[in-house]
């Protein structure tokens, strides 16, 4: 249901300094806009109390504060069924499965440009916004996304799943932007948050303890269980599968006289596998749930760049499209610690190509 | 407007004209649920932020550690029975001084009868407690100490620092009701290791009918007042948005006047002290001058019964006070003067003069001719009465 194109844009806010500042850019570009804070989630009154942290008190009170300083209207939607049930409730069963997910990308994928997305266009607009430090434009008829101005900040890594519909709808001014100019946008206008700290956490676990939170929410299902090594010998006993990620080495407990790291995680023997540094370098994946952006489908072996995590560097690697919609990734060079549940993400120089869910090692 | 001498700032004080006109605006025009969704409450919510803001500047404490209450009565009241309840599991003993304020007084009367064992530990002459005896009165089970941060009748500053010191070391939870303080003194929550402070906003030319409760990020306390989800959950009730704006404009005057009120004050007090103990028979109640609050005068005159030196003030339009009002408006004998040690006639013979910066010396002088005037005709009829 698309709205004849007019200028009305709904932005999500989250109190902090990058949205705050893309509604003001919308605003002086000449839209509409209009602010809206999705509450996500509720935690106990003593979670919500907890400074910063998007989502929490203070900071639905920081967006209103902004929309009122820019005279936009503001609202907050309950979103918090349908989070749980596409966001929180996945990322506890994929724990369960062994895996690392990251809940980001399922958010942007079913709740921000989706779900949110249907609710501006209820309210008339044709655009929703973020704060996300990424561009979008239109080359020989087909959006693309691209890598930010600031590389440093660059987010592309979690909107690999857009849509071309949802990129036509979806405008993202701090792209074009680096951080610092940001935060000097928000000073000069006179907004509190220019000095806010950026969150760097799971928006709905306090304290990043994904542990902790587990736990709680499966009542009981986490047992502690076996380290193997890799002829399935036990060495120790480790807390539950959750509280493990491939390549840890930290808070194993295991005095071997040497350094050791978490090569595999096996859920149905509910087993830790423990292994040497090289066992956890490998070359090969494959994705499942990929979206390509310049195109609809890879239909032949293609070249680009990829990262295996958040944080890492995209190096060479190839794509080879399998059956139902899976891509074999093979890297030059062998990475570290590829993980299960963990994202993929491709480039070609600046340009988003795509990306997928890691589904095995291959 | 009013041609009285108003001298009895502990009991109330008069709205000055930021306050009032920030209170008509949230009555008249931005009138709002300030819970409500639409745009039109936005002001309102803002309103209420700022507020919070100034009052927790004014006390070095976080914005969301500030709750906004019906007034210093029911801030008492949360802080007392909401901190009792939440940590009854862990012991059942609390300690606070015979000169607090009812509000404070009457909620452990009240915790009394569900099973709490109150300490009420005893003043010294001039209305201090004494810290030894408090640390004495310290047991395991002790969870609560509640301390007046200044006394409304005769002004003590008690010495909260090492209160605060003491309750951190013991690990129990430290209210201090500075209804009386706040607006006067400098108040640091962090410096003096405060976990719950009450104040109300007609103490300092704000409206009646609306106060704060301080509550330490990380303190406890149960809810006193149930209902929506106003305040985080921790106290129901429709924003009274005019009285919380008012009250954080109040808030943000007094703080950036405190230190010139001052100097006008002490410069009144000083002569009324000076001139009122010229009179044969009078007695200050209370610390000296640099242990008390600004503006506080309790003084008292042999032979002269505070009823009827109040009544023959009343007279000439001057506004002061003694003691307590019960509900019907007759004067009940001071438990705080009691307390520090005075006879009952001593008690009965004081009056409380409470200045602010809004008084002229030309006030003062009028109050002392006719408290001189009061003082010899009372004396020469009591004389009479005896013969």
């Known amino acids: 249901m698309i709205n004849e194109k007019n200028k009305k844009v709904v932005i999500g806010m989250s109190g902090g300094v990058d949205s705050s500042v893309a509604a003001y850019l919308l605003k002086e570009q000449g839209y509409e806009v209009i602010g809206i804070t999705m509450s996500v989630f509720r935690g106990t009154p003593e979670e919500e109390e907890r400074e910063g942290g998007c989502c929490s008190l203070s900071s639905v009170e920081d967006a209103r504060r902004v929309c009122y300083k820019l005279s936009i209207p503001f609202h907050v939607v309950n979103f ?48 929703i916004a973020t704060g996300h430090y990424a561009t979008i434009s239109k080359e020989n008829g087909r959006y693309i996304m691209k ?216 | 407007m009013n041609n009285i001498i108003y001298m009895d700032n502990s009991a109330t004080t008069p709205m000055i004209k930021e306050v009032r006109d920030i209170m008509a605006y949230y009555e008249e025009i931005k009138y709002a649920n300030a819970s409500s969704a639409y745009n039109f409450a936005l002001e309102n919510k803002i309103a209420i932020d700022n507020s919070r803001r100034e009052i927790a500047k004014a006390l070095k404490a976080s914005p969301n550690e500030i709750f906004f209450t019906s007034g210093g009565t029911e801030s008492d009241n949360w802080a007392i029975k909401g901190a009792a309840i939440k940590n009854m599991a862990r012991g059942k003993h609390i300690i606070t001084s015979q000169i607090e304020h009812h509000a404070v007084l009457n909620s452990c009367k009240f915790l009394e009868k569900l099973g709490f064992e109150i300490t009420y530990i005893s003043v010294d002459n001039e209305g201090f407690i004494d810290l030894n005896e408090l640390k004495k009165s310290i047991r395991k089970d002790t969870i609560l100490i509640s301390i007046m941060m200044a006394n409304n009748e005769v002004g003590t500053v008690e010495e909260i620092n090492m209160v605060g010191d003491l309750c951190r070391n013991s690990g129990i939870i430290f209210h201090t009701d500075a209804v009386q303080a706040f607006g006067k003194i400098p108040i640091d929550v962090n410096e003096m290791k405060i976990d719950l402070l009450s104040i109300s906003a007609h103490k300092f030319n704000g409206p009646k009918g609306i106060g704060a409760l301080y509550i330490r990020k990380g303190i406890l306390i149960e809810n006193l007042i149930h209902g929506g989800s106003q305040e985080r959950d921790r106290r129901g009730g429709t924003y009274n948005t005019p009285a919380i704006a008012a009250m954080g404009m109040a808030a943000k005057v007094s703080m950036e006047q405190m230190k010139s009120h001052e100097e006008i004050v002490l410069k009144l007090q000083e002569i009324l002290i000076k001139e009122l103990l010229k009179i044969e028979g009078s007695y200050i109640n209370g610390p000296s001058i640099n242990k008390r609050l600004i503006g506080n005068v309790n003084i008292g005159f042999r032979g002269v019964l505070n009823e009827t030196l109040l009544m023959i003030l009343d007279d000439n339009n001057i506004c002061v006070s003694a003691g307590s009002a019960c509900q ?38 009028e109050i002392v001719r006719v408290i001189k005037e009061a003082v010899n005709k009372i004396r020469r009829n009591y004389k009479k009465e005896v013969i």
């Not at chain 1, 997910?101 to 501006?120: R, S, T, V």
């Not at chain 2, 006639?345 to 008084?359: G, K």
Request: with cysteine; glycine share 6%.
């Open chain 1, 80 to 127: 918090r069924e349908i989070f749980k049930t596409k966001v929180i409730d996945p990322f506890i069963n994929e724990y369960m499965e062994g895996k690392t997910p990251n809940p980001c990308i399922a958010c942007n994928k079913y709740i921000k440009f989706d779900e949110f997305l249907k609710k501006a266009e209820e309210l008339g607009a044709s655009y």
């Open chain 2, 328 to 365: 019907a408006g007759a004067l009940e004998p001071s438990h705080v003067l009691s307390a520090m040690g005075l006879s009952e006639s001593e008690a009965r013979n004081s009056i409380r003069i409470s200045l602010s910066y809004l008084n002229t010396e030309k006030e003062i002088y």
């Open chain 1, 147 to 362: 890598k930010s101005e600031d590389s440093k900040k660059d987010q592309t890594y979690v909107l690999y799943n857009m849509t071309q519909y949802q990129l036509e709808h979806t405008l993202m001014p701090c792209g074009a932007y680096n951080k610092n100019e940001i935060r000097e946008i928000a000073k000069k206008i006179g907004l509190d948050v220019h000095s806010k700290k950026d969150s760097e956490e799971i928006c709905f676990i306090p304290d990043n303890d994904h542990g902790s939170f587990i736990k709680k929410a499966t009542k009981g299902k986490i047992r502690e269980g076996n380290f193997v090594d890799k002829s399935g010998k036990v060495i120790g006993r480790h807390k539950g599968i959750v509280y493990y990620t491939i390549g840890q080495r930290k808070g194993l407990n295991l005095a071997l006289g040497r350094p050791v790291y978490v090569i595999d995680i096996n859920p149905y023997k509910n087993e830790v596998v423990i292994g040497e540094e090289e066992d956890i370098f490998k070359k090969s994946l494959i994705a499942k749930d990929v979206n390509f952006i310049p195109f609809e489908t890879l239909t032949k072996p293609l070249w680009v760049t990829s990262k295996i995590r958040y944080q890492a560097k995209a190096t060479d690697a190839l794509l080879e499209p399998l059956d139902n919609g899976r891509v074999k990734v093979t890297f030059k060079e062998k990475q570290r610690a590829i993980t299960k549940g963990q994202s993929v993400a491709f480039y070609n120089e600046d340009i988003v190509v795509g990306g997928g869910i890691i589904e095995e090692l291959c």
